[in-house]
């Protein structure tokens, strides 16, 4: 069965690879609609409009035997979900407000698969992992923000990077976190036959 992730991220098409699962990207070109509140609503429904999308498109060019991976990430401190910044004034904010406490980290996934001459089916699901911050400074969370690091990630940091100075600790799926929980994803995968 032929893999198709609907994504872009480097972190994630490295996180696949390093499980050893074959697969070809093709990026979601949905305009993203969020009608949920709760983070984990929120990007099980963004996985599953990416995995939506990419799974009517190979379908419409007749593919068949395939299976698609959308999935979201969003931070959520406060009861806010922060998603990736705009600018660096952004990035600074969302990390002054992440800095010295804890926050999540949510991730939802899609898989979408279609076998020949059947409907597309769909499974839906998301983990959640805790990430304690050390306190920064000002000159701390500046000197990050100017690596140029945040700007494409959900709260504005990347434990895998830089930031990894300033994580205390965790308590869930150090992956979850990058952008992908790969090992739930090999289960669902594998419980389903898709692997």
């Not at 010295?100 to 089916?121: E, I, N, R």
């Amino acid at each position: 069965m032929k893999i198709y992730l609907a994504s872009a991220s480097p972190r994630r098409k490295e996180l696949l690879k390093q499980v050893g699962i074959s697969f070809k990207v093709v990026p979601s070109m949905v305009e993203e609609m969020v009608t949920k509140e709760m983070p984990n609503e929120v990007v099980e429904e963004l996985s599953y409009q990416k995995a939506v999308d990419v799974c009517g498109r190979l379908a419409g060019e007749g593919k068949e035997d395939f299976v698609v991976i959308g999935a979201d990430t969003v931070v959520s401190a406060w009861g806010k979900i922060l998603g990736k910044p705009v600018d660096k004034t952004d990035a600074a904010r969302m990390l002054k407000e992440l800095q010295g406490g804890s926050h999540q980290v949510y991730t939802g996934v899609t898989l979408a698969w279609k076998y020949k001459d059947m409907p597309p089916m769909y499974a839906t699901f998301s983990e959640c992992t805790d990430v304690t911050m050390y306190a920064m400074t000002d000159e701390e969370i500046q000197r990050y923000v100017d690596s140029g690091e945040p700007m494409d990630k959900a709260g504005a940091y990347a434990i895998q990077g830089l930031c990894a100075a300033h994580i205390q600790g965790i308590c869930g799926d150090y992956n979850n976190v990058v952008g992908l929980p790969v090992g739930r994803l090999c289960q669902e995968l594998k419980r389903r036959g898709l692997v």
